[in-house]
């Protein structure tokens, strides 16, 4: 069965910092990688990763995908409080259609 | 507003009564998820249909869980006999089906089985 693990399960930095969290995953017939942000409400899209090796870009965030070492991360700079949530990592694999997440990371800026 | 679209938002009830709860998917996704998310957990995939057909069912979806999407729009999900362990966020999503599956959630329904 499909797994997804992230690490770590929190992390709690202070604003302007740089954080990096992680996804590594088990999947047969990989299909892609998602990563999501969920503050008190529904998961909201972030990115979505097919391609070992390009960097997803999108402000101060970024994501990159290893499909040979199967691992996935998701680089924030100069963080904000308004950066704190919980990301999800998610897969698909192309025997199915529904998203495999992890358990989220809980990142937490301090001011 | 063009996003996923939930209903109810909250919904408290009592051990035994039975719940309906609606999602209307972004209008031009085919596809359609149902799932669901307890505290400190992700989301756990419950079912999905393509236009009308539910093609798949997690093995969590016991008896007492029904889907449907009779017009191929929106869909309902229907909880009889609650039990407090169905207190739960369910979240519903959809997408385009294009080859990587990209999926949007909507807001999700906070059911509390007291």
Redesign the interface.
Known sequence: EDKVVQSPLSLVVHEGDTVTLNCSYEVTNFRSLLWYKQEKKAPTFLFMLTSSGIEKKSGRLSSILDKKELFSILNITATQTGDSAVYLCAETNFGNEKLTFGTGTRLTIIP | DTGVSQDPRHKITKRGQNVTFRCDPISEHN?L?W?RQTL??????LT?F?NEAQ??K?RLLSDRFSAERPKGSFSTLEIQRTEQGDSAMY?C?SSSGT??????????TRLTVL
């Open positions: 596809r998820y799932y400190g957990q992700g989301p756990e995939f999905y393509q093609l798949e997690s979240l999503a080859v990587a599956n990209e999926q949007f959630f909507g807001p999700g």
